[in-house]
């Protein structure tokens, strides 16, 4: 075995550029664009483009081809869609349907005399014309997937030579688009990496590598080209795990009858490494063609994993099988958008960062939504782990040339991806999109029967993975599908609870739920394929909320095998990511109630929950039951640990630990839901806002698995607004929108109850009047504690030109929006603070109950005023105190003020004020329990 190709290959699979071409680091996507089948000889063609568009189709008449032509007069940087930010053209809207790309290139020196010149395209949407040196070479129809043309008799191997593309983008909705259409910003023209490459004549155009576990080996089919019938040459194989794996190595003689011929090659695997989300062991490899003119090497690679559906031990339902073995599906859509580039991912660093962001937060794979994605997505896919479900994109109509277009697209696209190993299963259709409408595509016998006999199609082009016929969101399955998935958005727990348990009691086999009339479920194991609390228009708010309720409760069924959240980021207007559209993160709030929780405690492997609301509410002093189970899905074979314990707020802000950590050992059953004890909790006698903390521990104690359910306690009825609390303290509460005066800068919608809020600089002002017997016990002092935060106006919505009334965006880390907070008492200052942000997640339980500014919660100020003589002397006369809430004229950050009550936010507290005095308080203050304390000014 060589190994100075090995360093070469590291070089294009790692995607550093190879020694020996002319790119360069300051070319755009300068790294191999096939790493899963990659010459040595190549040259990135990306970088800046001559460009023109061609709104009235007129250049091939008038000769726009020809490598003197005029009226290239602007720029498009290469491989980024015109209407991308990254193109340089940023066209988003509005743009002509035809564009024109030129460019010059040299053939390198290091591609040999006796090889061929052959230009390849990664994807152009959607029909490509392809000169060179004023001669036409090729075209291509499908936006989706690469093309290739032999350009040697074109090309000057000693000078420049002029390539020219003409791209034309209809948008036709019978032409397979995705969410280009109806929903996102489309991409048009090239899109993918453009290159060439040196091959000799007699050399491998295509190949399978087909693994297979029991025993280890893989079968290598290879189609080859340019062969001399009658000749004999020779296939080669070698393979290593890691760069000083041994190596293992198969060839075969063969005699091809023809010029372009199939033959195939097998090789057992010794010691195997199976590919798994947990071990992605990739074995390195090399294919070699020789024996007819000069060798034909390709690099690629590949993963030893098997993917099925079956049965698994006594179960009466069946189950998705990796490696032999039931695996949960923990996924989130991936719509592969992004804002810069579009469709296209800025960088490299970009597409493996979304791989690192999934397994972050605790998923096992992606469902790539609507789009055969760029191959380096899959190759990041294949080396960190992530399982794929990959979409066909639609058509949004059905008719012969949209069967016709769409079958082309599914059968490149197979083609281009069988190979990586990340991916478990194609998904044929979404939501009977370009099938027809629902009710019709119901009774569309005609429409089922293809969609069916696409199925099959697919299955005969690859029989090694799962096929599903439609990812559906109106029952509408047919019979011939590999997963029985569904859909649901739904934000009411009740009805979330309701409609899950409905699923599951109506899938069996022989059942006619969620298939089209007349069809009848099969085993096919039962899944969910996308759901959310926010959906699509939801607005942009906070998710924390959903994500944690939604997965609980679908955890709790045995029978159903995984999930598909929505989504793994924000995209353009839709707002229910797990991270934003720029992949910064989100803060989810949880940590606030477990100790360093993320959602990544919520979505591994094993999981425990609870069979609640994701807030219980309850009354002073009530016990409550809550009922809990463990879903174990790992490897772990020790036996775990429930730790729980209840913490939280009281109405003076206090921490409390109303039941320490206790814990009790969990008898649990690979690949099934146990039910644990409830745990039964006396709630606080007084207003709380909490959790019951749940915790799974391995036998050293570290915890691998956290949930919670938040525990409300609100008063029987409302709490005094004026009360006696011990000998020398009085406490006075009154409501945010009890302010005598506000005055804002910026106009202001009318707040929601349970709030008071103002944008821009301005104040609120409240006059409190201090009931007799206290103004005569010689008030000293007064303590004052508020929940409060800034509050913007649409600057925190990531995209403020579709306005939705829920808008309220989560909290993000990367974009505070501060404000100054200046505190007054009888018009002197008392404290300012920064208020850091206007915040929405998962600490804001109160408004997630209220389904007010769903999330929204801000953080609790408080401090002490020295109390003089002529603040006596003014409660001895009955004058109100005055306290103004003020975001200054010569604030820092000008940014809105908003004041929380007891039933929003975080805490279970109204505005209070607690006055301390030198003489003890009489019994009874004489102010009844519902008097107001803060009142409007007098005339």
């Not at 194989?237 to 060839?251: R, S």
């Not at 990340?422 to 099938?435: K, M, R, S, Y």
């Not at 405690?601 to 309850?618: K, R």
């Not at 020790?638 to 009790?664: C, E, I, K």
């Amino acid at each position: 075995m060589i190994r100075l190709p090995i360093v070469c290959l590291g070089f294009l699979l790692l995607g550093a550029v190879p020694p020996g071409t002319s790119a360069t680091l300051e070319i755009p996507r300068p790294e191999h664009p096939r790493p899963d089948a990659a010459r040595s000889r190549w040259e990135n063609l990306n970088g800046t483009w001559q460009f023109r568009f061609d709104p009235n189709d007129e250049g091939q008449q008038a000769g726009w081809e020809k490598p003197g032509a005029l009226g290239f007069d602007r720029s498009i940087v290469v491989p980024f869609p015109w209407e991308s930010e990254l193109s340089g053209i940023h066209q988003p809207k509005g743009a002509p349907k035809v564009g024109w790309y030129r460019r010059t290139f040299r053939v390198p020196s290091a591609f040999p005399a006796d090889h061929r010149v052959w230009l390849r395209f990664g994807a152009v949407d959607w029909h490509a014309d392809i000169w060179v040196n004023g001669q036409k070479v090729g075209d291509h129809e499908g936006g989706y997937t690469p093309f290739e043309i032999d350009v040697t008799e074109a090309v000057h191997r000693n000078a420049e030579n002029t390539l020219v593309v003409r791209a034309f983008d209809p948008t036709d909705p019978s032409l397979p688009t995705g969410k280009q259409v109806h929903w996102y910003t489309p991409t048009s023209g090239i899109w993918q990496t453009v290159w060439i490459e040196a091959r000799p004549k007699a050399h491998i155009a295509g190949f399978r590598i087909i693994p297979a576990i029991a025993p280890a080996r893989v079968t290598i089919a290879v189609d080859a080209e340019g062969l001399t019938p009658g000749k004999p040459v020779t296939l080669r194989f070698e393979a290593w795990h890691g760069m000083m794996g041994q190596p293992i190595a198969g060839k075969k003689e063969i005699h091809p009858e023809k010029a372009n011929d199939h033959f195939e090659l097998a090789l057992e695997i010794p010691d195997a490494k199976l590919w798994s989300p947990e071990s992605p062991n990739l074995y390195e490899a090399r294919l070699e063609l020789s024996g007819d003119g000069p060798s034909d090497r390709v690099d690629t690679y590949f993963g030893l994993r098997t993917i099925a559906r079956g049965r698994y031990g006594d179960d009466p339902f069946e189950r998705i099988l990796l490696n032999g073995k039931p695996i949960y599906l923990r996924t989130a859509l991936d719509q592969s958008f992004n804002p810069k580039g579009i469709y296209t991912a800025p960088d490299d660093a970009f597409l493996r960062r979304d791989m690192e962001i999934a397994r972050s937060m605790g998923l096992n794979g992606l469902r790539i939504h609507i789009k055969p994605d760029e191959p380096r997505r899959l190759y990041w896919a294949d080396r960190i782990g992530v399982l794929i479900l990959e979409d066909m994109p639609n058509t949004w109509e059905q008719n012969p040339r949209a069967r016709r277009a769409w079958e082309t697209t599914m059968r490149e696209a197979l083609a281009r991806d069988a190979n990586h190993p990340a991916i478990i299963t194609w998904v044929a259709f979404n939501e009977t999109w370009g099938l027809g409408r629902p009710p019709a595509y119901k009774k569309d016998v005609d429409t089922q029967k293809w969609v069916g006999s696409m199925v099959q199609v697919i299955r005969k082009l690859d029989p090694t993975r799962l096929v599903e016929d439609n990812s559906p969101c109106n029952y509408d399955h047919i019979s011939d599908t590999d997963l029985n998935s569904w859909h649901f958005y739904i934000d009411d727990h009740a009805k979330a609870r309701e409609h899950i348990q409905d699923v599951v009691d109506r899938t069996s086999p022989g059942s006619e739920f969620n298939y089209c009339p007349g069809l009848k479920q099969s085993t096919a194991p039962l899944i969910n394929s996308e759901y959310g609390a926010v959906s699509a228009g939801g607005g942009d708010r906070d998710i924390s909320w959903g994500l944690r309720d939604l997965t609980t409760q679908l955890r709790r069924h045995p029978k159903i095998q995984g999930f598909v959240y929505t989504e793994l980021s924000d995209i353009e207007w839709e707002h229910n990511g797990l991270v934003n559209y720029d992949r910064t993160p989100k803060v989810f709030g949880y940590e606030t109630w477990v100790p360093d929780m993320k959602p990544a405690d919520l979505l591994g492997a094993d999981f425990v929950g609870y069979d609640a609301p994701p807030a219980i509410v309850g009354h002073p002093g009530e016990t409550v039951s809550v009922p809990i189970f463990v879903s174990h899905y790992s490897d772990r074979d020790f036996r775990p640990t429930l730790r729980w314990w209840v913490s939280g707020y009281d109405d003076n802000a206090d921490l409390l630990t109303p039941v320490l950590p206790r814990s009790v050992p969990v008898a649990w059953k690979p690949y099934d839901v146990s039910t644990l004890e409830p745990i039964p909790i006396k709630l606080p006698a007084r207003p709380f806002v909490g959790a019951l903390i749940l915790t799974l521990q391995d036998p050293e104690n570290h915890r691998f698995a956290a949930n919670f359910v938040n525990l409300v306690v609100q008063p029987d009825r409302p709490l005094a607004r004026v009360e006696r609390r011990g000998l020398r303290d009085a406490l006075i509460r009154f409501a945010p929108g009890d302010f005598s005066r506000q005055k804002w800068s910026e106009e202001t919608a009318k707040p929601p109850a349970g709030k008071a809020y103002g944008h821009g600089k301005g104040y609120f002002e409240y006059r409190l009047h201090i009931p007799p017997a206290v103004a005569r016990a010689h008030p000293e002092s007064i303590y004052y504690l508020f929940e409060a935060s800034s509050k913007a106006d649409r600057q925190r919505v990531d995209w403020p030109e579709k306005v939705n009334r829920r808008d309220y965006p989560q909290t993000d880390a990367a974009r505070p929006w501060e404000s100054t907070l200046t505190i007054s008492f009888n018009e002197r200052p008392i404290e300012t603070v920064t208020l850091p942000d206007d915040a929405a997640d998962g600490r804001g339980v109160l408004s997630h109950l209220a389904r007010v500014e769903h999330g929204s919660h801000g953080e609790l100020v408080d401090g002490q005023i020295r109390l003089d003589d002529s603040d006596r002397a003014r409660m001895e006369a009955g004058e109100p105190m005055i306290l103004r809430l003020a975001v200054p004229a010569d604030a820092r950050h000008p940014g809105g003020l908003c004041i929380y009550g007891a039933t929003t936010g975080e805490l279970p507290l109204d505005p209070t004020i607690h006055i301390h005095t030198r003489d003890p308080l009489p019994a009874n203050l004489g102010v009844a329990a519902d008097a107001p304390a803060a009142r409007p000014a007098g005339p």
